[in-house]
């Protein structure tokens, strides 16, 4: 049962690929660890998108998560990816999980049950401020372990109707989850890749949002994350967080000039002239998403002590 004073875990999911679950990962992490708490981010996906390209850790492959889900071996985390910011990398290993789940029948092998022990023992020697999980596309297996284990969700997508249909099929996941005992609380849908200029366009999505989330108890956030392929390219192949690449896009900047002046070659350029929005738009993602699980918890103090 979650008590108050747990681990604060954020699992990201939309069983559609594609739809900026690793790139709201990363850069929450990078935002939260940035401003001196201290933040787990754990990587559940085969693909090891956000620990291996986001944020550029030379992990174990998901052999270490691998082996909590299935004997709750101890997590041992890589520390110090970036000041605060520990990382439980994943990776190919993570597919045995699959096949694992298929036979707990016969072997009594409990994904969920060996996840929550090992992350609380974790989170417990550790004191993160703040876990976040990254799940896979498709994966039904995990995501279901993750749904059991993990405190919120928060669920990205974009506004085309696959991803919105990715939605609804995850929210009826979720629910299964909470029927079978899990206290996870959805905290809202996130629009990803946006056009912050087509303000009809995305009046109409948050309203369909709004209606698939009809009876959830969330609201679709006011933040969103703007299309900005340039900075997302940046981003992936230099592992940079959001805020690491305003810094580096100043510099490039700065060493251009000097370069013109010196005429000089052109090195190797970064293709994001102004990447300032886009990491503004992650700060206010972050702050949005601190802002309701604080509500949350309250809530959850509250509903003990009435
Ligand atoms: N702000 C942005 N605008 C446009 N494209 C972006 C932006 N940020 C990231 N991308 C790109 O969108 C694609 C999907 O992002 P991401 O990998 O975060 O999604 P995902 O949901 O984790 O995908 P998967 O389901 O494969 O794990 C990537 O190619 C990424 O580089
Ligand atoms: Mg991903």
């Given at each position: 049962?979650?008590?108050?004073?747990?681990?604060?875990?954020?699992?990201?999911?939309?069983?559609?690929?594609?739809?900026?679950?690793?790139?709201?990962?990363?850069a929450?992490?990078?935002?939260?660890?940035?401003a001196?708490?201290?933040?787990?981010?754990?990587?559940?996906?085969?693909?090891?998108?956000v620990?291996?390209?986001?944020?550029?850790?030379?992990?174990?492959?998901?052999?270490?998560?691998?082996?909590?889900?299935?004997?709750?071996?101890?997590?041992?985390?890589i520390?110090?990816v970036?000041?605060?910011?520990?990382?439980?990398?994943?990776?190919?290993a993570?597919?045995v999980?699959?096949?694992?789940?298929?036979?707990?029948?016969q072997?009594?092998?409990?994904?969920?049950?060996?996840l929550?022990?090992?992350?609380?023992?974790?989170?417990e020697?550790?004191?993160?401020?703040l876990?976040?999980?990254?799940?896979?596309?498709?994966?039904?297996p995990l995501l279901d372990?993750?749904?059991g284990?993990?405190?919120?969700?928060?669920?990205?997508?974009?506004?085309?109707?696959?991803?919105?249909?990715?939605?609804?099929?995850?929210?009826?996941?979720?629910?299964?989850?909470?029927q079978?005992?899990?206290?996870?609380?959805?905290?809202?849908?996130?629009l990803?890749?946006?056009?912050?200029?087509?303000?009809?366009?995305n009046?109409?999505?948050?309203?369909?949002?709004?209606?698939?989330?009809?009876?959830?108890?969330?609201?679709?956030?006011e933040?969103?994350?703007?299309?900005?392929?340039?900075?997302?390219?940046?981003?992936?192949?230099?592992?940079?967080?959001p805020?690491?690449?305003?810094?580096?896009?100043?510099?490039?900047q700065?060493?251009?000039?000097?370069?013109?002046?010196?005429?000089?070659k052109?090195?190797?350029?970064?293709?994001?002239?102004?990447?300032?929005?886009?990491?503004h738009?992650?700060?206010?993602?972050?702050r949005?998403?601190l802002?309701?699980?604080a509500?949350?918890?309250?809530e959850?103090?509250?509903?003990?002590?009435?």
């Amino acid at each position: 049962m979650t008590q108050p004073g747990s681990p604060r875990t954020l699992l990201i999911a939309n069983q559609k690929g594609g739809v900026g679950k690793s790139s709201i990962v990363a850069a929450v992490a990078g935002m939260v660890a940035a401003a001196g708490r201290r933040v787990l981010v754990v990587d559940a996906d085969q693909q090891a998108n956000v620990s291996a390209s986001d944020l550029g850790v030379d992990g174990d492959g998901g052999r270490g998560l691998s082996m909590a889900l299935q004997f709750a071996h101890a997590l041992e985390p890589i520390r110090n990816v970036r000041p605060n910011l520990d990382v439980i990398p994943g990776g190919p290993a993570l597919a045995v999980v699959a096949s694992v789940a298929a036979t707990s029948g016969q072997t009594g092998i409990d994904l969920r049950a060996n996840l929550d022990q090992t992350l609380a023992q974790l989170c417990e020697a550790e004191r993160y401020e703040l876990v976040l999980i990254d799940s896979g596309p498709g994966d039904a297996p995990l995501l279901d372990a993750l749904l059991g284990t993990a405190r919120y969700l928060l669920v990205p997508t974009r506004d085309d109707d696959a991803s919105l249909s990715g939605v609804e099929l995850l929210a009826l996941r979720y629910l299964r989850a909470r029927q079978s005992g899990s206290t996870i609380q959805l905290l809202g849908v996130v629009l990803f890749d946006t056009n912050p200029r087509a303000t009809a366009r995305n009046r109409e999505v948050f309203e369909q949002v709004n209606d698939l989330l009809e009876g959830s108890g969330a609201d679709p956030f006011e933040a969103f994350v703007r299309s900005d392929r340039a900075a997302a390219v940046d981003l992936r192949t230099r592992h940079l967080t959001p805020l690491e690449l305003v810094e580096a896009a100043e510099s490039d900047q700065k060493s251009r000039l000097q370069r013109l002046r010196q005429k000089g070659k052109a090195g190797e350029r970064l293709w994001s002239r102004d990447p300032s929005g886009l990491a503004h738009d992650y700060q206010a993602l972050t702050r949005e998403i601190l802002t309701r699980v604080a509500d949350a918890e309250r809530e959850h103090v509250g509903g003990g002590v009435g």
